[in-house]
């Protein structure tokens, strides 16, 4: 009896420890369903229907391959991204995915207020009013909370996403169609490889990467939960792409792939995506949803940035630090927020600033997946290490993916 007691006992310990390590990697993939995600899906399904569906689909194993060897650095060794690229290949390099980094991050946020600000104007409500709300919000949780805090409104943002299931299941999508279009890839198309490649570079970005080895280590995980880490990893990585293929779904039943259709802004996707559900129910789920992901990516390229650069500098970083403790930041944070939010209510960006920021994550590819796999190859113990014939299947698949950025990124911009 005292047997089935103790290995009760361990039971619940270890689904309570499960429950405590979920997380980072739901937070990161639903970060990585936001708003420039959802656009550029939705433009994808209205110009070309079910042709980058398969796609989607068989990006869940590069996202798990690239965030899990994300979490076995963060949890062997207790260092950032930015810190074991100082370490390996020094200040140059470091600097140079940095400025990678903040790059991609700038053009993410901008990519979030501008849908943000778009949903706020399908009520009336003006763009600075709306940026200036969600700004200000986030600074304050941010501030006054720690990792965990964040992770659970993050989380609850996220939920909201779920909508796009929903609002695909009700586009009653024509299966003869999906079948006939699925593996009709016209490669040769410039347009079809930039939106190729921006479905590569909002699905696979350098904030996704920084942002979840720094996130294992601010929650204090280590070795102990790797099998629950990797866990949290795939059900994201699935969940991920099960709502970015929805949103697809339902632009390309709504317009029945017809060529031509280029949708600019947000009210004109909530009008689409109403003839779903009806004006008022449609608009209501497609904001809902839209600004769950956004406010999620929000926090989270914010995050990425600002531990970047603290690791850079060697300063103090970490949510659990008050901001005094911490000011270099907190105030790094704040400034990228801030700088995004200005920037949005000057300019107005469009759905097309969107699809422009995941192909500029698609080019810069090559330079996060090879740092990735070489600090896999030498700074894992050698039980972890990326090693044998599956460091040979991951270096083919990385160069493969990194390739195809590259090159529908550049072909798709200057012939599109």
Known sequence: MSQLVLAQWLSAGRLRRLAATLGPGLVVMLADTDAGSVLTAAQSGAQWGYRLLLLQFL???????????????????????????????????????CAALVASCFGALLTEMSGLAGVGQLYGVPVWQSVALVAGLILLMVCSGSYRAVERVAMLFGVAE???????????????????????????????????????????????????????????????????????????????????????IAAAAVFAGHGGVVLDTVPELADAFGRVLGPLAGRLLFALALSGGALVATIVVCLSAAWALGEMRGTRHSLEQHPLQAPWFYGAFALLLLAAALTVVL???????????????????????????????????????????????????????GGLGLYAGVTGALHG
Request: include cysteine.
């Open 59 to 97: 990006i869940i194993p590069l996202l798990f391959i690239v965030q899990e060897l994300t979490v076995r650095l963060a949890l062997s060794t207790g260092k950032g991204y930015s810190e074991l690229i100082l370490q390996r290949f020094g200040r140059c390099w470091a600097q140079l995915s």
């Open 162 to 248: 779920l909508a796009f299931l929903y609002m695909a299941w009700h586009a009653r999508p024509d299966l003869q169609h999906i079948r006939q279009q699925a593996l009709d890839m016209p490669l040769h198309d410039a347009s079809y490889l930039y939106l190729l490649a921006a479905n590569l570079g909002s699905s696979v970005m350098p904030w996704t990467v920084f942002y979840q080895q720094s996130a294992l280590i601010d929650k204090g995980l280590d070795l102990r939960d790797l099998r629950a880490a990797r866990l949290d990893t795939m059900l994201g990585a699935v969940l991920c792409q099960l709502v970015t293929a929805a949103v697809l």
């Open 347 to 401: 300019s107005h960006s469009l759905v097309r600033l969107s699809i422009a920021t995941a192909v500029l994550n698609a080019v810069l590819l090559p330079l996060v997946l090879g740092f990735l796999f070489w600090l896999a190859r030498s700074e894992l113990p050698p039980g972890l290490r990326l090693q044998g014939r599956y460091a040979v299947a991951v270096g083919i698949l990385f160069l493969l993916t």
